[in-house]
């Protein structure tokens, strides 16, 4: 990890067409009305013209918008009611979430009765609002925040229940909202019976336009009819993605969807991938850092979607991190751009309107891995120095134009980066951390290398190294593990042998590489950086399935990696039969280009054998390549595949190997549809 001074520690399924055409599923987006409805729809009398945003409200975003929604952490449930509601506008001003910029609390479906009173108009839920919407609107108000309601451009809402959608009554519900003081509209797309999208989400534009009221409108689509290609000017965020889970790989998957827009976002309309999931539980708080962090470098919108009455304290520090929420309201409105991503590591950068740029160095992978980038890759112009500030760690210092740290599994450093005059008076960054990944057997001992590498121009003196580990285990210093001093620019390598106990269990074992220095000022350093060893176990002599054995690491473009059944791209579980070319196997893995996943072999193993292709689930549009590596060589490719070809046999001769793995590329064309099989893959030992 990068030490700095004080630190001590796209729509993807057939399937949602249909539930968007007859209204089954829980999805959401926000969408207008149309004035050419199909057969049997109610029926509005105003007809209007596809029109961009009036100049009146284009003030609503000129930043993303950032509040509360309550769809993910309640759905319909009892507990969505007036109460919460209330509640959480005490909490925006008590926890200080008003002060770091959030507004808006919004609710989400199930508000209204499921049925219109005898006017055509909707009724609020007397159980839950037994004062009214507008009565919760005023006290939301009363608070200084704003309040937002949801529906859908539909005949109906997307829960099962079905509530009353707005489509043909898309004016009556724009000045039932407008009366009631609603300030914001999430626009579902449920129940929309066929009618064209960009017909249904204007006729409520031109509604909300109608009642003089100013109205953020929140066109939540799911993607499907890019959106995001005429949606500007028509509301002012577009849904890019189906609707997030509170889970890792959900989280992962729609980040990658919407990172690939980021053309079309700026100040007055953004790409939405949907609200944050921080504080529900079901990501760790390393993991909820990311998905805060890579919203923000994302100009997302940033709408809580977590209970905060019972969330943690640890989500209130993740969600009101003022310097993270100051990249995503960056007045510039870019939204940032991917550098590169490679084996799980990721450089997003984003163009900040003081000329800087917010760096985030993500790692998709289950180990730290070290990333780093420059400051001319991210869009900087040449000079002697920058200034770095960690908007996690709250700590400057300087660099010579490199950019790294050791990140941990799931993790995200998120830096500015910016010319500074001064960058001399701060102290250079250090990065340090082990290099790979070590794998041992219980019993068995492994080498581990680290190196602590000044990024800065100014030398660090008295710098030592400590690797630590778990009770048992031994660790054994190979090389020196200290210098007196280390100058800017230059490179500290450490070696360690490390053995893990008899008996102990497969696994992921952590140690910390703890690094000390002190700055030429004098002022003391401590920081510390994960590090990984794996105890595995070989494969058994004999002829074996892979798809029985635990793989060391895996990463893929879509959803987890599936044993023995097809990608589903969400969850585990959700895939289908292996079938390629007609032909069905039990056994296999089920990956997304791209993918990679690696195994333990201990030198021990000879051959490696598979039946390769697309998925016949992928329909034409996939494209995929397979290779086989052994201790990173490539030692088997197909080349290009589509579904339109039958299973090709891939074979490779990993004699001696440590570890081999298995990739997946998409084929250069992009990955959309790329589920891609290895069917009765067997390894021999």
């Given at each position: 990890?990068?030490?700095?001074?004080?630190?001590?520690?796209?729509?993807?399924?057939?399937?949602?067409?249909?539930?968007?055409?007859?209204?089954?599923?829980?999805?959401?987006?926000?969408?207008?009305?149309?004035?050419?409805?199909?057969?049997?729809?109610?029926?509005?009398?105003?007809?209007?013209?596809?029109?961009?945003?009036?100049?009146?409200?284009?003030?609503?975003?000129?930043?993303?918008?950032?509040?509360?929604?309550?769809?993910?952490?309640?759905?319909?449930?009892?507990?969505?009611?007036?109460?919460?509601?209330?509640?959480?506008?005490?909490?925006?001003?008590?926890?200080?979430?008003?002060?770091?910029?959030?507004?808006?609390?919004?609710?989400?479906?199930?508000?209204?009765?499921?049925?219109?009173?005898?006017?055509?108009?909707?009724?609020?839920?007397?159980?839950?609002?037994?004062?009214?919407?507008?009565?919760?609107?005023?006290?939301?108000?009363?608070?200084?925040?704003?309040?937002?309601?949801?529906?859908?451009?539909?005949?109906?809402?997307?829960?099962?229940?079905?509530?009353?959608?707005?489509?043909?009554?898309?004016?009556?519900?724009?000045?039932?909202?407008?009366?009631?003081?609603?300030?914001?509209?999430?626009?579902?797309?449920?129940?929309?019976?066929?009618?064209?999208?960009?017909?249904?989400?204007?006729?409520?534009?031109?509604?909300?336009?109608?009642?003089?009221?100013?109205?953020?409108?929140?066109?939540?689509?799911?993607?499907?009819?890019?959106?995001?290609?005429?949606?500007?000017?028509?509301?002012?965020?577009?849904?890019?993605?189906?609707?997030?889970?509170?889970?890792?790989?959900?989280?992962?998957?729609?980040?990658?969807?919407?990172?690939?827009?980021?053309?079309?976002?700026?100040?007055?309309?953004?790409?939405?991938?949907?609200?944050?999931?921080?504080?529900?539980?079901?990501?760790?708080?390393?993991?909820?850092?990311?998905?805060?962090?890579?919203?923000?470098?994302?100009?997302?919108?940033?709408?809580?979607?977590?209970?905060?009455?019972?969330?943690?304290?640890s989500a209130f520090d993740i969600l009101s991190n003022e310097e993270v929420i100051a990249v995503d309201q960056d007045r510039l409105g870019k939204q940032?751009?991917?550098?590169?991503?490679?084996?799980?590591?990721?450089?997003?950068?984003?163009?900040?309107?003081?000329?800087?740029?917010?760096?985030?160095?993500?790692?998709?992978?289950?180990?730290?891995?070290?990333?780093?980038?420059?400051?001319?890759?991210?869009?900087?112009?040449?000079?002697?120095?920058?200034?770095?500030?960690?908007?996690?760690?709250?700590?400057?210092?300087?660099?010579?134009?490199?950019?790294?740290?050791?990140?941990?599994?799931?993790?995200?450093?998120?830096?500015?980066?910016?010319?500074?005059?001064?960058?001399?008076?701060?102290?250079?960054?250090?990065?340090?951390?082990?290099?790979?990944?070590?794998?041992?057997?219980?019993?068995?001992?492994?080498?581990?290398?680290?190196?602590?590498?000044?990024?800065?121009?100014?030398?660090?003196?008295?710098?030592?190294?400590?690797?630590t580990s778990p009770e048992g285990w031994r660790v054994e210093a190979d090389s020196p593990s200290g210098a007196p001093l280390l100058s800017g620019g230059?490179?500290?390598?450490?070696?360690?042998?490390?053995?893990?106990?008899?008996?102990?269990?497969?696994?992921?074992?952590?140690?910390?590489?703890?690094?000390?220095?002190?700055?030429?000022?004098?002022?003391?350093?401590?920081?510390?950086?994960?590090?990984?060893?794996?105890?595995?176990?070989?494969?058994?002599?004999?002829?074996?399935?892979?798809?029985?054995?635990?793989?060391?690491?895996?990463?893929?473009?879509?959803?987890?990696?599936?044993?023995?059944?097809?990608?589903?791209?969400?969850?585990?579980?959700?895939?289908?039969?292996?079938?390629?070319?007609?032909?069905?196997?039990?056994?296999?893995?089920?990956?997304?280009?791209?993918?990679?996943?690696?195994?333990?072999?201990?030198?021990?193993?000879?051959?490696?054998?598979?039946?390769?292709?697309?998925?016949?689930?992928?329909?034409?549009?996939?494209?995929?390549?397979?290779?086989?590596?052994?201790?990173?060589?490539?030692?088997?490719a197909t080349g290009v595949l589509t579904n339109l070809q039958g299973a090709q046999e891939l074979t490779a001769d990993v004699s001696g190997a440590r570890?081999?793995?298995?990739?997946?590329?998409?084929?250069?064309?992009?990955?959309?549809?790329?589920?891609?099989?290895?069917?009765?893959?067997?390894?021999?030992?």
């Amino acid at each position: 990890m990068a030490h700095f001074p004080g630190w001590r520690a796209r729509p993807r399924s057939s399937a949602r067409t249909a539930l968007a055409t007859i209204g089954a599923g829980l999805l959401c987006a926000t969408v207008l009305g149309s004035p050419a409805l199909a057969e049997g729809a109610p029926q509005e009398t105003r007809t209007t013209a596809f029109a961009a945003a009036p100049a009146d409200d284009d003030h609503l975003a000129l930043t993303p918008p950032m509040g509360f929604n309550n769809w993910n952490s309640t759905h319909c449930r009892a507990e969505f009611n007036e109460a919460m509601v209330k509640g959480m506008a005490d909490l925006f001003v008590e926890k200080g979430l008003k002060a770091a910029g959030y507004e808006y609390i919004n609710l989400d479906d199930c508000w209204a009765l499921p049925a219109r009173d005898a006017e055509g108009k909707l009724v609020p839920d007397p159980k839950r609002f037994p004062h009214g919407i507008k009565a919760v609107a005023d006290y939301v108000h009363d608070k200084g925040l704003k309040f937002g309601i949801y529906t859908s451009a539909g005949i109906k809402t997307c829960d099962v229940l079905g509530f009353p959608g707005g489509l043909g009554h898309e004016y009556s519900d724009a000045q039932q909202f407008a009366d009631w003081g609603v300030d914001y509209l999430k626009y579902d797309n449920c129940n929309n019976l066929g009618v064209d999208a960009k017909k249904r989400y204007t006729t409520m534009r031109e509604a909300l336009k109608a009642t003089g009221r100013p109205i953020l409108y929140s066109i939540c689509e799911w993607g499907e009819n890019k959106p995001w290609e005429w949606a500007n000017g028509v509301g002012h965020a577009w849904r890019t993605t189906g609707d997030i889970s509170d889970s890792w790989d959900s989280m992962v998957s729609i980040m990658k969807e919407n990172l690939a827009l980021d053309e079309y976002a700026g100040p007055g309309g953004w790409n939405d991938p949907d609200m944050l999931e921080v504080g529900n539980g079901g990501m760790t708080d390393t993991e909820y850092r990311t998905h805060f962090s890579m919203w923000s470098i994302m100009a997302a919108p940033l709408l809580i979607g977590s209970d905060l009455r019972t969330a943690p304290q640890s989500a209130f520090d993740i969600l009101s991190n003022e310097e993270v929420i100051a990249v995503d309201q960056d007045r510039l409105g870019k939204q940032g751009k991917v550098v590169s991503s490679e084996d799980g590591r990721w450089v997003v950068a984003k163009e900040l309107a003081d000329g800087g740029r917010a760096v985030a160095l993500f790692n998709e992978s289950d180990r730290p891995q070290r990333i780093s980038t420059t400051a001319r890759a991210v869009g900087l112009p040449q000079a002697a120095g920058y200034r770095v500030r960690d908007l996690w760690e709250h700590s400057d210092a300087h660099t010579a134009g490199k950019v790294a740290a050791t990140v941990p599994a799931h993790g995200t450093v998120l830096v500015r980066v910016s010319l500074d005059r001064g960058w001399a008076q701060l102290p250079p960054a250090v990065a340090s951390g082990a290099d790979g990944r070590a794998i041992t057997e219980a019993g068995g001992e492994t080498g581990l290398s680290a190196t602590t590498e000044n990024l800065g121009r100014l030398p660090v003196r008295s710098l030592t190294t400590r690797l630590t580990s778990p009770e048992g285990w031994r660790v054994e210093a190979d090389s020196p593990s200290g210098a007196p001093l280390l100058s800017g620019g230059s490179p500290f390598r450490t070696t360690w042998r490390v053995t893990a106990p008899q008996g102990t269990a497969p696994g992921t074992y952590d140690l910390t590489f703890t690094t000390t220095y002190r700055t030429l000022s004098g002022t003391p350093v401590r920081a510390s950086s994960p590090v990984q060893v794996k105890v595995s176990v070989a494969p058994a002599d004999g002829t074996t399935l892979i798809s029985d054995l635990t793989p060391l690491a895996t990463t893929n473009g879509w959803g987890p990696v599936e044993k023995d059944r097809s990608n589903g791209e969400a969850k585990a579980g959700d895939g289908k039969a292996i079938t390629i070319g007609g032909e069905t196997w039990d056994k296999g893995l089920g990956v997304h280009a791209a993918s990679s996943v690696e195994y333990y072999t201990a030198g021990r193993c000879e051959r490696f054998t598979a039946r390769v292709g697309l998925d016949d689930e992928a329909g034409v549009r996939g494209t995929a390549a397979f290779e086989i590596w052994a201790d990173g060589e490539r030692k088997a490719a197909t080349g290009v595949l589509t579904n339109l070809q039958g299973a090709q046999e891939l074979t490779a001769d990993v004699s001696g190997a440590r570890t081999v793995r298995l990739v997946v590329t998409d084929g250069g064309d992009g990955k959309d549809y790329d589920h891609a099989d290895w069917a009765d893959p067997r390894i021999t030992c």
